[in-house]
């Protein structure tokens, strides 16, 4: 994807990660509700390997020079080791100005970028008909809205 964008003009990345990046998120290898789910790996190696993984894919989008944002989406498979890697990278991160990470609390997160305004969620706890007044109404997403035009 960087090669093809390469002919393109851009100053920035978004880079939405989570949304069951893990299968599963607990010690028994079960989702966050509790349903049993197949992994290879203990639950501390799978984390490790996964943080790694993110974390070289973001090193690589960082060659391009141009801002890297991270936008994590936890899933419903991975509610809290979600925003439990989105706490490591963004301790991994915290003194690069190349990369700035959005872990915050919120299922759903949105993203400004000039004058559009993206609404990122997992879906799990929302209906897709009710994603447009959502994103109208959410609390998150307020700030943002009037300083848009597409939605």
């Known amino acids: 994807m960087i090669r093809r964008a390469s002919g393109f003009q851009y100053n920035k990345i978004l880079f939405p990660i989570g949304s069951d990046f893990f299968n599963s ?7 966050t509700k509790g349903t049993p789910q197949d992994e290879d790996l203990r639950w501390q190696k799978t ?14 989008l ?3 020079g141009v801002q890297v944002d991270v936008v994590v989406i936890p899933g419903n498979h991975d509610f809290e080791r979600s925003f439990y890697m989105g706490a490591y990278l963004e301790a991994w991160f915290n003194n690069d100005t190349l990369v ?16 559009v ?35």
Do not use: C
Request: proline share 4%.
């Open 25 to 31: 998120d607990t010690i028994y290898n079960t989702t």
């Open 47 to 60: 984390f490790n390997v996964g943080v790694r993984l993110l974390i070289d894919a973001i090193n690589l």
């Open 62 to 64: 960082k060659q391009t």
């Open 100 to 115: 700035k990470v959005n872990n915050g609390a919120s299922p759903r997160k949105y993203y400004k970028f000039g004058k």
């Open 117 to 151: 305004l993206l609404g990122l969620t997992h879906g799990s706890e929302e209906k897709e008909s009710s994603l447009p007044l959502l994103m109208a109404s959410d609390i998150e997403s307020k700030p943002y809205w009037t300083d848009t035009i597409f939605h």
